[in-house]
Antibody, heavy 121, light 113 residues
Framework: QVQLHQWGAGLLKPSETLSLTCAVN????????WNWIRQPPGKGPEWLGEINQGGSTNYNPSLMSRLNISVDTSKNQFSLRLNSVTAADTAVYFC???????????????WGQGTLVIVSS | DIVMTQSPDSLAVSLGERAAIHCKSSQSVLHSSNNKNYLAWYQQKPGQPPKLLIS???IRESGVPDRLSGSGSATDFTLTINSLQAEDVAFYFC?????????FGQGTKVEIK
């Protein structure tokens, strides 16, 4: 069963860069689109973007100008960088996989454990 | 973007009673090419990531109790919890995977009355 483990800095100052990495264990790295999703406290999740093994990405247009998702296939890892953070970027950030099927990528499963990122001066 | 709107925002139900959560999408998530609804339901408990319960609007994931069921098509969907148990207390979210950006509902909090 595929498992995800994520890590990265949890406290940032405004204008800094958020950086998180997610490692994929026990599963086919190529069978999924790998996603980053965030959830502000008390709110519904927001999808940030996705990447596949080949490096093809899709980003949420609302964040595209500040967002970069990359993949390291040698380590079965993928990473998130979000530039110029503000307090509005404070949230729990999750990595998640979406299995690629004939019908396209499907719902998010599995998920990482989540990383609380706080942006504060 | 497809906007997902859930109702109600919160719900208090007695143990053993039925809970129904509604999700409405601003555009149809039914694909005519395969007659599938690209709609998922998740359960989230405090301090945990969301857990996928149902995909394709009505297909339960392995291990999900059959008292949880999904229904609906096109733009209107329902998650029903029959005979609410204490372990069902959680937030529930719908999500469309019909077109990017993938979007979620705002969530419904289910509590015990």
């Amino acid at each position: 069963q595929v498992q995800l483990h994520q890590w990265g800095a949890g406290l940032l100052k405004p204008s800094e860069t958020l950086s998180l990495t997610c490692a994929v264990n026990r599963g086919s790295f190529s069978a999924f689109y790998w996603n980053w999703i965030r959830q502000p406290p008390g709110k519904g999740p927001e999808w940030l973007g996705e990447i596949n093994q080949g490096g093809s990405t899709n980003y949420n247009p609302s964040l595209m100008s500040r967002l970069n998702i990359s993949v390291d296939t040698s380590k079965n890892q993928f990473s998130l960088r979000l530039n110029s953070v503000t307090a509005a970027d404070t949230a729990v950030y999750f990595c998640a996989g979406a299995l690629i099927t004939m019908a396209g990528p499907i719902a998010f499963d599995p998920w990482g454990q989540g990383t609380l990122v706080i942006v504060s001066s | 973007d497809i906007v997902m709107t859930q109702s109600p925002d919160s719900l208090a139900v007695s143990l053993g009673e039925r809970a129904a959560i509604h999700c409405k999408s601003s555009q149809s998530v039914l694909h005519s090419s395969n007659n599938k609804n690209y709609l998922a339901w998740y359960q989230q408990k405090p301090g945990q990531p969301p857990k996928l319960l149902i995909s394709w609007a009505s297909i339960r994931e392995s291990g999900v109790p059959d008292r949880l069921s999904g229904s609906g098509s096109a733009t209107d969907f329902t998650l029903t919890i029959n005979s609410l148990q204490a372990e069902d207390v959680a937030f529930y979210f719908c999500q469309q995977y019909s077109s990017t950006p993938w979007t979620f509902g705002q969530g419904t909090k289910v509590e015990i009355k």
